[in-house]
């Protein structure tokens, strides 16, 4: 199990560096990144997450039953993505970097990923509805964001009192 790291943690906020070796260690990061996510009931984490600043991210939507299975991990390594059309969709989004707080955010329809497996292995995915959204949320992460940088006014507003409120029940 890997400690997540929490928004408003300054770690979050970098950039990620290309991963350059596949090999057992980074089979153990991911293999532990897998075990963290499902213990802490994610769908993704990015190794960011765990203080990790490497271009990895997982991704395990529920199935029909409401279940992960592990046969449906998606492991993206140095993913790059590119939208498919103009359209976009809006969709309650959570982190677990950020415990607690859903809000609304507007994110592309449509999207296409290359990316590399575990063993190095060239990948590519066309993902639409909550696919496409979980890759976009992780990838931001890789690059230093996250989701409530793309708040509105109110879902801003929404998030002060969330973070106010989480002080005040740590204390």
């Given at each position: 199990?890997?400690?997540?790291?929490?928004?408003?943690?300054?770690?979050?906020?970098?950039?990620?560096?290309?991963?350059?070796?596949?090999?057992?260690?980074?089979?153990?990061?991911?293999?532990?990144?897998?075990?963290?996510?499902?213990?802490?009931?994610?769908i993704g984490?990015?190794?960011?997450?765990?203080?990790?600043?490497?271009?990895?991210?997982?991704?395990?939507?529920?199935?029909?039953?409401?279940?992960?299975?592990?046969?449906?991990?998606?492991?993206?390594?140095?993913?790059?993505?590119?939208?498919?059309?103009?359209?976009?969709?809006?969709?309650?989004?959570?982190?677990?970097?950020?415990?607690?707080?859903?809000?609304?955010?507007?994110?592309?329809?449509?999207?296409?990923?290359?990316?590399?497996?575990?063993?190095?292995n060239a990948?590519?995915?066309?993902?639409?509805?909550?696919?496409?959204?979980?890759?976009?949320?992780?990838?931001?992460?890789?690059?230093?964001?996250?989701?409530?940088?793309?708040?509105?006014?109110?879902?801003?507003?929404?998030?002060?009192?969330?973070?106010?409120?989480?002080?005040?029940?740590?204390?």
């Amino acid at each position: 199990m890997l400690e997540i790291i929490t928004y408003p943690n300054k770690l979050l906020f970098t950039r990620s560096q290309e991963v350059e070796k596949f090999d057992e260690n980074l089979h153990k990061l991911l293999d532990d990144m897998y075990e963290t996510m499902i213990s802490s009931n994610g769908i993704g984490l990015a190794a960011i997450q765990v203080a990790k600043p490497l271009r990895i991210f997982l991704i395990n939507l529920l199935n029909d039953k409401e279940e992960q299975n592990k046969e449906d991990l998606i492991e993206f390594i140095n993913p790059v993505i590119t939208p498919i059309g103009e359209g976009t969709q809006v969709y309650e989004e959570g982190c677990l970097s950020v415990p607690g707080f859903f809000e609304e955010v507007t994110r592309y329809d449509r999207i296409k990923v290359d990316y590399c497996d575990r063993f190095g292995n060239a990948k590519s995915l066309e993902a639409d509805g909550l696919l496409a959204v979980a890759i976009q949320h992780e990838n931001d992460h890789l690059n230093g964001h996250l989701f409530i940088e793309k708040l509105s006014f109110n879902g801003r507003k929404k998030l002060e009192k969330h973070l106010k409120n989480s002080k005040k029940s740590k204390k």
